[in-house]
């Protein structure tokens, strides 16, 4: 009975690959986010999604394409990978009004070779 | 802008010590002001905010607006509490991703 869970938890690919991270949560919460989380610990918004429809969209390249099918899904697309996208991603959720407690998948470890 | 700094990157302090992290936040509002903790290995996942006023395993924080900060604190360390701290903002203008602060890792020694 997860919360918030992510696929897969470890990718290992090359540049110029194409991959997709998938998350699911089951909290019935109506918004769901996107962070990457550096070699260094610090984790950035990049994306967040209120009821399939995308709210926030910081400064990534245009090579990640997030896509929310319904409210409990959020999954994350990315094009012709780089070393530089190599980080912890993780997806989290909340509701968007209440309590704006945030909670968080395992994270999705991509390195690229 | 609204910006989050955790200006200790490591704070390493021996078991049964006093423990402060400290956090600073700009934001031009009323601000929600969160802990977010990572222990090894496992999720990150709120320790405590600003607005329960509560004490989550022996942790307190207390915002202070006049200088615009949400320390973290403990009087009497335990190794257990070793983990990366992470101190989050989120604003009240329609904008609910968590603005994160860069992190400190407190290690507590035997």
């Known amino acids: 009975d997860t919360a918030v869970s992510q696929t897969p938890k470890y990718l290992v690919t090359q540049m110029g690959n194409d991959k997709s991270i998938k998350c699911e949560q089951n909290l019935g919460h109506d918004t769901m986010y996107w962070y990457k989380q550096d070699s260094k610990k610090f984790l950035k918004i990049m994306f967040s999604?209120?009821?399939?429809?995308?709210?926030i969209n910081e400064t990534v390249p245009n090579r990640f394409s997030p896509k929310s099918p319904d409210k409990a899904h959020l999954n994350l697309h990315i094009n012709s990978l780089e070393l530089g996208d190599s980080a912890v991603y993780f997806c989290?959720?909340?509701?968007?009004?209440?309590?704006?407690?945030?909670?968080f998948g395992p994270g999705t470890r991509l390195t690229v070779t | 802008a609204q910006r989050v700094t955790q200006p200790e990157k490591l704070l390493s302090v021996f078991k049964g010590a006093p423990v402060e992290l400290k956090c600073n936040y700009s934001y031009s509002g009323s601000p929600e002001l969160f802990w977010y903790v990572q222990y090894s290995r496992q999720r990150l996942q709120l320790l405590l905010r600003h607005i329960s006023r509560e004490s989550i395993k022996g942790f307190t924080a207390d915002l202070n607006k006049g200088e615009t900060s949400f320390h973290l604190k403990k009087p009497f360390a335990q190794e257990e509490d070793s983990a990366m701290y992470y101190c989050a903002l989120s604003g009240h203008t329609g904008r609910r991703a968590l603005t994160f602060g860069s992190g400190t890792r407190l290690q507590v020694q035997p």
């Open positions: 989290a959720s909340s509701l968007s009004s209440g309590s704006y407690e945030q909670y």
């Open positions: 999604y209120n009821n399939k429809e995308l709210i």
